[in-house]
Each structure stands twice: as C-alpha cells, then as structure tokens.
C-alpha cells in the first residue's frame, strides 16, 4: 500500500483533491493528531474514489486506528527515498 500513496501523493492530473487530503493524512499521522487522521479519512471514504486512492485511504485510516508509530516512520522513510 505504500507505493499508492507515494504515487498519489505525486500525482499532478486533475485528481489531485484525493492526493491533497491523502498528504494532510500523512501530515496528521506524523504529528500523532489521530482523530484529524480519522477526519480526514471519513472525508476521503465520501469522495468517488479510484482503486488506488480507496486502497492508499485505507492503509492510512488502519495506521491512525492503530496508532502505530513505528508503521508510520516505514511509511515516512519510504516516502522520502
């Protein structure tokens, strides 16, 4: 699931809204702030969403339910590779 919000999150077309809420995602999980994680994927889960954005969503909302930091910082090292 990594590879969809790395590839998201670099998308430059006209879906770029998902891509937008899905780096707030990111940005939310960084700084621990769970709930505005959550907030952001129940928004996320209203739009019409392709595969990818559903699937990138997903993971995301699982590391907030989960509150796993050690997840996130993989998340945050392959992002920056």
């Known amino acids: 699931m990594k590879i ?3 590839l998201l999150i670099q998308e430059n077309t ?3 809204t998902p891509s937008i809420y899905i780096s707030m995602m990111i ?6 702030q769970w709930k505005e994680a959550e907030r952001i994927a129940n928004f996320l889960e209203s739009m019409s969403l392709k595969h990818e954005e559903a699937c990138a969503c997903h993971y995301l ?3 907030a339910l989960d509150q796993d ?3 996130i910082e993989a ?5 920056a590779a």
């Open 75 to 79: 998340l945050l090292t392959y992002l």
């Open 27 to 32: 940005a939310y999980l960084k700084s621990s």
């Open 61 to 63: 909302r699982r590391l």
């Open 14 to 16: 006209i879906r770029s």
């Open 69 to 71: 930091e050690k997840q």
């Open 4 to 6: 969809y919000v790395k």
